[in-house]
């Protein structure tokens, strides 16, 4: 599944508040159309996206992930593969919402492309005329990060890997490949953290894809406040604020 390179976003402080505030948000993260071919209107391919894309709406919020193909119609390289996960502490309602309003916007902005793949604050969804299950996807990225430095940001960087690195064994570990932790910083202050992977790699993929990831901290986000690297196979996020559910 070919798609654009990696891209990077700059957030202020403010933004990325407004987006935990705001659900999976008003508009998505970012996304990516795939330029490996397009498919036309009533064609084999498209039905068969329609009937992959309602699958995922219905299985995704029960366990937040589902992953699945279509080609009820069959016809040569007209079969769908699709997934969608969502983040390991929204509620079912809070996952169908966001799944739904991915699988839309993805529609509407890479119309008739064969591939792409779209991220929310909750969720991403990711689909291909390609078979990518069980693959790690180390293509389609992009960092995020508060515009804020932190005082000591050579204390903080390491403190911020170190944390990151052990969720990322514990998400590897989780039958859910989800982690979240939190460490004491100075002044009474804590780091917050999340890794996260899909559920379609290994454990041992899981843990490469997070570890690649979060060797880009220097690249993304040295002596930020904030920030995070999101893949179409795994992520991870810190803040020195809380963002996930209890």
């Excluded at 508040?17 to 659900?23: C, E, G, K, R, V």
């Excluded at 007209?78 to 309602?93: E, F, K, T």
């Excluded at 911020?160 to 590897?172: F, V």
Aim: hydrophobic share 30%; net charge positive; proline share 4%.
């Amino acid at each position: 599944m070919a798609f654009s390179k990696l891209m990077t976003i700059f957030l202020s402080s403010f933004t990325l508040a407004f987006l935990i505030q705001t659900s999976f948000g008003a508009n998505p993260l970012f996304h990516f159309c795939s330029s490996s071919g397009n498919f036309t209107a009533n064609s084999p391919y498209e039905s068969n996206l329609k009937t992959l894309i309602n699958s995922l709406i219905y299985k995704t919020p029960s366990t937040g992930f589902g992953s699945g193909s279509s080609s009820l119609i069959q016809s040569q390289n007209q079969q769908a593969y699709g997934l969608a996960l969502c983040r390991g502490d929204v509620s079912p309602s809070e996952c169908k919402t966001c799944v739904s309003e991915a699988t839309k916007e993805i529609q509407s902005r890479c119309p008739y492309n064969k591939g792409g793949i779209i991220w929310y604050d909750y969720c991403l969804f990711k689909y291909s005329d390609t078979d990518f299950f069980g693959k790690i996807d180390s293509a389609n990225r992009f960092y995020m990060w508060n515009l804020n430095n932190v005082s000591h940001p050579l204390t903080f960087n390491y403190k911020t890997k170190d944390l990151l690195s052990q969720l990322a064994q514990k998400a590897s570990m989780n039958p859910k490949l989800y982690a979240t932790g939190e460490v004491k910083l100075e002044e009474s202050k804590k780091l917050y953290g999340l890794t996260q992977c899909t559920r379609d790699l290994s454990s041992a993929d899981c843990k490469n894809c997070l570890d690649a990831a979060i060797n880009e901290l220097p690249n993304c986000c040295d002596g930020k406040e904030g920030g995070r690297v999101v893949g179409g196979s795994c992520n991870f996020r810190y803040e020195i604020y809380p963002f996930v559910k209890e």
